[in-house]
Nanobody, 136 residues
Framework: VQLVESGGGLVQPGGSLRLSCAASGFTFSNQPMTWARQAPDKGLEWLSVIHINGSADYADSMGGRLTISRDNAKNMVYLEMNNLKPEDTAVYYC???????????????????????????????WGPGTQVTVSS
């Protein structure tokens, strides 16, 4: 399994970005996919999941500023972010989710705060991340 994020960079407050995640090594269309982020000196934060039927869930804290999508023909998952704020500065990760034990629930219930912690407990498939910096 390989996941590679791209699309990060420096953006001004109020701007938008579209992050991409290229997936390989598994049957992409059969897996839900999640985006999460880790800001400097903060724990891992779940952002969004897109299910295999294309439906999506979002973190309430993002205030409707996110849109997740997937292209099963290209094995790609995307995260569009609008009205970016300096507090959105973080490393953004995509991950293969588990429909029976969702990453969001695992993070909430078990208190995982890093990708490394999650990888040690069976959530093995994460990309290396892409840096997003929101600054004027």
């Amino acid at each position: 399994v390989q996941l590679v994020e791209s699309g990060g960079g420096l953006v001004q407050p109020g701007g938008s970005l579209r992050l991409s995640c290229a997936a390989s090594g598994f049957t992409f269309s059969n897996q839900p996919m999640t985006w999460a982020r880790q800001a400097p000196d903060k724990g891992l934060e779940w952002l969004s999941v897109i299910h295999i039927n294309g439906s999506a869930d979002y973190a309430d804290s993002m205030g409707g500023r996110l849109t997740i999508s997937r292209d099963n023909a290209k094995n790609m998952v995307y995260l569009e972010m609008n009205n970016l704020k300096p507090e959105d500065t973080a490393v953004y990760y995509c991950a293969v989710d588990d429909p029976d034990a969702p990453i969001r629930d695992a993070m909430r219930v078990r208190g995982f705060t890093t990708v490394q912690e999650m990888s040690r407990t069976g959530y093995d498939y994460w990309g290396p991340g892409t840096q997003v910096t929101v600054s004027s």
